[in-house]
């Protein structure tokens, strides 16, 4: 049994830090980050006690984890928590992608670029990892630390409310931290979205 002041049991997802390349959709493309030295020691601050650290395998997400954690530990990849694919929209400026504002709802959640992936998509492929990632911390009743994509942020945010289109309204910024609450069954509740050390 876990001691009165052991840390809840819960999954920290973490936002990579920006993108070099401002002003593009990326998604799949995997761009460099862009690492200001004087964000990540408060961000470090907030993880104290964190016990494993999964990564996407997408480089923005690797060179961030390393820059918050610089111990030598191991962080494995899961490639199921790569980013949205927006297919033919990756790299497009901002002003070139489609409007999408005349989407509602359900009918946002399911649309997919050409050649890429819609959010249900990506709630499909990253359901599964959320769910085994949060029954490991519960097991060990003890934080996980994820460091992955906006995308996947708002793909745990839909896992907890049940409706994918919701988590859509979230805005993720980068190297902001949002919690979950786990049990033996999985996310059970959001404790914060878009925590920022700044």
């Known amino acids: 049994m876990a001691g009165k002041n052991a840390p809840l049991a819960s999954l920290i997802l973490i ?3 920006p993108i070099a390349e401002q002003g593009r959709l990326f998604g799949r493309t995997d761009a460099p980050a862009c690492l200001d030295a004087a964000d990540i020691p408060g961000l470090r601050r907030c993880l104290g006690g964190v016990a494993q650290v999964i990564s996407s395998p997408a480089r923005r997400c690797r060179q961030t984890a390393a820059a918050i954690w610089t111990d030598g ?3 494995p990849a899961d490639a199921r928590l790569w980013e949205q694919s927006f297919g033919d929209h990756e790299g497009l ?12 709802g359900a009918d946002l959640a399911a649309y997919a670029p050409p050649k890429g992936e819609s959010f249900n998509a990506v709630c499909a492929r990253a359901w599964p990892a959320l769910q085994e990632l949060a029954e490991r911390a519960h097991a060990i ?8 994509h906006a995308g996947i942020v708002r793909a745990a945010i839909a896992q907890v409310v049940a409706v994918p289109s919701a988590a859509l309204a979230f805005e ?9 609450r786990v ?12 925590e920022t050390a700044r």
């Open 73 to 75: 530990r191991d962080i």
């Open 93 to 104: 400026a901002y002003a070139e992608l489609p409007d999408l504002g005349p989407l509602e």
């Open 15 to 17: 936002r990579h830090a």
């Open 141 to 148: 009743d003890g934080p996980i630390a994820l460091v992955v």
């Open 172 to 180: 993720v910024a980068p190297l902001s931290l949002s919690r979950f």
């Open 183 to 194: 049990g033996p069954s999985g996310l059970v509740a959001i404790s914060s979205v878009n």
